[in-house]
């Protein structure tokens, strides 16, 4: 099946529904796919009271006449000017004149011993869950990591009644002091740290502080935690430990977008190295939701071809890249977060690769080679920035060689399903787990 | 605000109980069990919550490798995990 669209949007955050709604109102046929089965993205996630400007936008995108593709994954360019997207019902073609990718982020994660047990999550992994239905109040939560998501998630989650045991930050607390003073230029993020202090109060915070095991047998129990010479041991029932974000890359590598310093090249007007591809929010700067809004407000508008406006936008813009400037020196990892991981300790989660098989490669294409480190059903989306950090391998040549399916398909998604000899709706190409099955 | 309606379904042949709107990898969760088991036999949970890490797959009604963080229970749903 193929559906066509002046203007195609791809992802249902901030950045894309604000491309969307904006690129609509200049009577443009626009599209918005997106693979969770709800619009929001992962900041306005449903399951909790949203901020005003959440509801104002959802508001808008619903009364808009922008069609909405939610529960579809994009994994394929077939040719150009045309996305192939999976869904639950099956595979659709999107053909487009303008394309705008607001692919958004994930969180960093990065290995230490034990951080593969069942409940150890990311920050926004465990928010995630209990947006969707985890009961938490009397749970016991260590809160750990880098970045403003950490103070989010623990404010969340104890207004839903866990205990907050701990917050540990990896970044020292001399380094809050330039960060701080960035949001006191803009009221709606001073008014939210403040909201976070409050809702935190009474909780421990610890900055230059990280999780150095996680503990248990079949089930996390504890958390090892160590900031400078001491140690100590903290019993919990869940771990949310996530090390800032990094962008989501895979669609616009898979379009040939020029890639600098890990993120999406763009203009002023959001335009991309290829002429009538934009792209918003994340993945071309880490900045939080109200640039994402920003940018994709821009993007919708210069993909309609309102240049002016979207000149005049861009020059708002400018004013909030002092806080995307703070958070990015505030989230700088540690370097002795690199010596966490043991020799034993897995990397690669889904080929079980540890950090002692990775270490002798000299780069992510001979260690994918040598081990299948990256090359399981995730393919390197979590491994892939942790190695970026522990061994400094450039990503640079799997972005130039990145090929489809971006997500494991349904062997059916991938070409004329009467045509193949495999029919199941079981079968999935992902990585040798999955071979072995169809073997 | 009114309560939220409650399904069942089954994870493992095991009725579990939950509010609507929840995902099927809350659900397992609620059920105190992995979600599934590494190549090499871990016991492994939910770690991104986003549809990225694949560490929730389990089959749902019969379809193996369901990412399990990005689907809604259902009433009567049957969730498998190795």
Known sequence: MTERFDILVVGAGPAGIAAAVTAVASRK???????????????????????????????????????????????????????????????????????????????????FPGWTLPNVMGAGGLDAMVRGGLPIAGKRVVVAGTGPLLLAVAAHLAKKGAKIVAICEQAPLHRFVPFCASLLGEPAKTKQGIEYALSTFGSKIHTGCWPVAANGDEMLQSVTLRRREKQWEVPCDYLACGFHLVPN??????????????????????????????????????????????????????????????????????????????????????????????????????????????????????????????????????????????????????????????????????????????????????????????? | MPKPASLRLLVNDRPVNVASGTTVASAILLAGIPTRRSVTGQPRGPLCGMGICFECQATINGTMHQRTCQVFCTEGMEVRTP
């Open chain 1, 29 to 111: 046929k626009v599209g918005l796919v997106d693979d969770n089965p709800v619009a929001g993205g992962q900041i306005w996630r449903a399951g909790a009271a949203q901020p005003v400007a959440a509801l104002a936008w959802f508001e808008r995108l619903a009364a808009s006449s922008v069609a909405r593709l939610q529960g579809w994954r994009v994994f394929d360019s077939p040719s150009q000017g045309v996305l192939r997207a999976e869904g639950n019902d099956g595979c659709r073609d999107l053909v487009y004149n303008q394309l705008v990718m607001a692919t958004g982020a994930r969180e960093r994660f990065l290995p």
């Open chain 1, 249 to 439: 890359l895979e669609l616009p590598a898979l379009m040939k977008c020029r890639i600098d310093n890990g993120f999406v090249a763009v203009d002023d007007l959001r335009q991309t190295s290829i002429a009538g591809i934009f792209c918003a929010g994340e993945p071309t700067g880490i900045g939080g939701v109200e640039m994402a809004l920003l940018e994709g407000e821009i993007a919708g508008l210069a993909a309609a071809g309102k240049v002016v406006e979207a000149k005049r936008m861009a020059r708002r813009r400018k004013r909030g890249l002092g806080f995307v400037r703070a958070l990015s020196t505030v989230t700088e990892l540690d370097p002795r977060l690199k010596q966490l991981a043991t020799d034993k300790t897995l990397v690669c989660r889904c080929e079980d690769v540890s950090y002692g098989r990775l270490r002798e490669h000299a780069c992510w294409r001979e260690a994918k080679l040598h081990t299948r480190c990256g090359m399981g059903p995730c393919q390197g989306r979590v491994c892939g920035p942790a190695t970026e950090f522990l061994f400094g391998w450039k990503m640079d040549s799997t972005w130039s060689t990145i090929r489809p399916p971006l997500y494991p398909v349904l062997v059916s998604s991938l070409g004329d399903p009467d045509k193949l000899e495999f029919k199941s709706d079981s079968l999935a190409l992902a990585g040798a787990q999955d071979q072995k099955e169809i073997q």
